[in-house]
């Protein structure tokens, strides 16, 4: 494998969360995407893009045709990042399965955004609902 | 006293609403959105709850839906019922709470020149 340089450390990052999205979407271990991110990677970085780039087209295709407002989507992920490392990938795709939902209900672009700040109101609490619990199971 | 604590969760309205709308049919399995619509809550406000009462309380457990995303066109949705035992804990916790509030109420109601 070739010594990582500055100007990859951006696609490198891309594609890493395109594997992770993959393995999520396809139920894989995440571990074993971050592996097989890592071989691709080493075969060629614009190969790895090429990839990520099919891998993210699928992905916003799917969610135009729902109907998935892009901002409210965001949200959604920003709101996942403030939960625990380890529930980040779990809450992340419920609540944007939640949105694809709500989506496919012909719920509108106010309606989205609302559901996403709501998410995001709430992130916080739910973060240390979780927190909560994992301490408590240690202790246990 | 931390025992104590983990016993029961705070039973706020919302709480109280949630694990109504699963005590309604405890065998049947909701995703979030349908567990907001049966309790009324807005989309989205839930999930703190739902977090407190599986990984907290062990209430609930969950599960992902059983399809392959690509194949159906869309993510999969994550399903939560009441665990076993859960079930029993929350209508007493229900009760509980429906008993704490009446006594309150009935205080209030109670004219203070009355009291015995």
């Known amino acids: ?140 | 006293m931390s025992s104590e604590k983990r016993a029961r969760p705070r039973m706020t309205i919302p709480t109280q609403l949630v694990l109504r709308s699963l005590l309604a049919e405890p065998a049947r399995e909701l995703y979030g959105l349908q567990i907001c619509a049966a309790a009324g809550l807005p989309s989205g406000t839930i999930h703190p709850i739902l977090a407190r009462l599986e990984h907290e309380y062990g209430w609930l457990t969950s599960r992902w839906e059983d399809i392959k995303p690509e194949d159906e066109g869309r993510p999969r949705r994550r399903y939560y019922r009441l665990a076993e035992g859960g079930a029993e804990r929350a209508r007493i916790a229900l009760a509980q709470a429906a008993t704490s509030a009446g006594t309150t109420i009935g205080l209030r109601a109670w004219p203070v020149g009355d009291l015995p």
Not at chain 1, 15 to 39: C, F, G, H, N, Q
Not at chain 1, 66 to 88: E, I, K, N, W, Y
């Open chain 1, 1 to 140: 494998m070739s010594t990582p340089t500055l100007a990859d450390a951006r696609p490198r990052a891309r594609y890493r969360v395109s594997a992770l999205d993959y393995a999520r979407a396809r139920d894989i271990d995440p571990l074993s995407a971050l592996v097989r991110y890592r071989s691709d990677f080493a075969c060629g970085r614009d190969r790895a893009l090429a990839h990520a780039r099919v891998l993210a087209c699928a992905r916003a295709r799917g969610r135009r045709a729902a109907g998935v407002v892009p901002s409210a989507a965001g949200l959604l992920t920003f709101a996942a990042r403030l939960l625990p490392t380890a529930d980040r990938a779990r809450y992340g795709e419920e609540y944007q399965s939640e949105l694809w939902d709500l989506a496919r209900s012909g719920a509108g672009r106010l309606r989205q955004l609302g559901y996403g700040l709501r998410q995001l109101r709430r992130a916080l609490a739910a973060g240390f609902a979780l927190r909560s619990a994992r301490r408590g199971s240690a202790a246990r």
